[in-house]
């Protein structure tokens, strides 16, 4: 049992990032010892504060003369290939050892207040024990309750079901961000991703006061904050950061920004570890009550992990905010490169995706933009202008299907926005 534990632990200390997927099942009660114990509590501490995990940072955090030669004798003369057996041995003896104090304490019942007794009281506990290794699982018909529940609120109300992104078409085809949901945006370069996002962000926070935080690990604050206030008072952005302002744009920029200034729109700085990001976020959701999520972009995230390809280690990545939107019940939008070299003029598709086809495995939607104005390409692939417009297509949706749309794209703005009486056009539906 103390060679499991300390191969797990060493593997945790090497691979932090791992506890981050299986945290449901390490947990205290799977170690035996004060020590064992001690070592993942300080392992979960840096984690949640967003510091490195390595032998120096967990020995400090101990605080003890002999942590040091403790840790280093942990992570000495241990082979991970069996990882995930080991993680199951060690909750099965835990389940063990709980069984085996039920037991114990029955047998003393008996002796103490007869058979009835000590039947009543293994009943009880095996119950308890059972719901507790079950992760609170349920009969369907509570979900059916549930399923029909908001099935009648979505008849009654003529609001979308998720989050509002003030793109009217992609709302109404898809119900909004949906809660738990990863959603990448992806696009070749100077397509609008950062832009869109950032439409989305402000109409989110601003027309249905959704909180929202933004991550961008490529562009500062000044320059997002800058974006939004060209958004709001139609002055380029490209003006306001680098030129000298008429009076009169200086006063149409103050009077504008009203809505965003009192808006719940923030704007984090955090490094590009996602461990410092999943800590950040969690801090934006106790604090704030953040609903949305914004990372620019998913390529600029590392892992820190040894020993993986980019490709795995991007699949690794997505994986973890699909989770975490999950477990939070947050909706996280992920801008996406796509791979260079390609023919940019041509449609994207979800081949296109850099550096990883897990991306598309983790994510419940994908979405591209495309400009054909930008490769100087005046029309779309039906014949209708496309100067001054985007499409938007869903690649992937898997609980919406796919489709496509187009949207107004200012330039001069680097704005998204409506198409008047543009009608949708839905290609199939998701199988």
Not at 66 to 74: K, L, M, N, P, R
Not at 105 to 112: L, P, Y
Not at 114 to 132: F, R
Not at 187 to 202: F, Q, V, Y
Request: neutral net charge; contains cysteine.
């Amino acid at each position: 049992m103390k060679k499991a534990e300390h191969t797990l632990l060493s593997y945790l200390i090497f691979n932090p990032n791992f506890y981050l997927l299986r945290a449901l099942e390490i947990t205290e009660d799977i170690f035996t010892t004060k020590e064992t114990k001690s070592v993942l509590n300080a392992i979960k501490t840096l984690l949640e504060a967003g510091k490195n995990v390595n032998v120096i940072t967990v020995s400090d955090l101990l605080n003890y003369p002999e942590a040091f030669d403790y840790v280093t004798s942990i992570i000495q003369n241990h082979v991970y290939s069996d990882i995930e057996d080991i993680i199951t041995h060690l909750v099965d003896s835990q389940k063990e050892r709980a069984l085996q104090f039920i037991l114990s304490d029955a047998m003393g019942k008996i002796s103490d207040g007869g058979w009835q007794d000590a039947t009543s009281y293994l009943s009880q506990k095996i119950a308890e024990l059972s719901e507790k290794n079950s992760q609170n699982y349920k009969p369907i018909k509570h979900d059916l309750d549930e399923l029909f529940e908001n099935i009648e609120q979505n008849r009654i109300s003529k609001k979308i079901t998720g989050i509002g992104t003030g793109i009217t078409k992609f709302d109404k085809f898809s119900g909004g961000l949906q809660p738990s949901d990863l959603i990448i945006l992806a696009g070749r370069t100077s397509m609008g991703k950062t832009s869109l996002s950032l439409t989305m962000a402000r109409n989110a926070s601003v027309d249905y006061k959704i909180p929202t935080a933004i991550y961008s690990l490529e562009m500062s604050n000044k320059q997002i904050t800058a974006r939004a206030a060209s958004m709001e008072s139609s002055v380029s952005s490209k003006k306001i950061l680098n030129q000298r302002l008429e009076h009169y744009e200086i006063e149409e920029i103050k009077a504008s920004v009203g809505k965003i200034y009192n808006s719940k729109l923030y704007i984090a700085t955090c490094s590009n570890k996602i461990q410092n990001i999943l800590s950040s976020m969690i801090g934006y959701i106790l604090k704030y009550g953040v609903r949305l999520f914004i990372v620019d972009y998913l390529q600029l995230v590392t892992l820190n992990q040894k020993g993986i390809s980019r490709e795995q280690e991007v699949g690794q990545i997505s994986r973890i905010f699909k989770n975490f939107a999950k477990e939070n019940n947050v909706a996280i939008i992920c801008l996406s490169q796509l791979k260079r070299g390609e023919n940019g003029a041509k449609e994207p598709s979800l081949s296109d995706l850099r550096d990883s086809g897990q991306i598309e495995e983790a994510a419940d939607v994908v979405m591209f933009i495309h400009r054909p104005e930008y490769y100087n390409i005046d029309t779309f692939e039906d014949g209708e202008s496309s100067i001054g417009k985007a499409e938007l297509i869903i690649a992937k949706g898997r609980n919406i299907g796919i489709g496509r749309f187009r949207m107004l794209f200012i330039a001069e703005l680097t704005k998204f926005a409506d198409v008047p009486e543009q009608e949708f056009k839905q290609i199939q539906p998701n199988e």
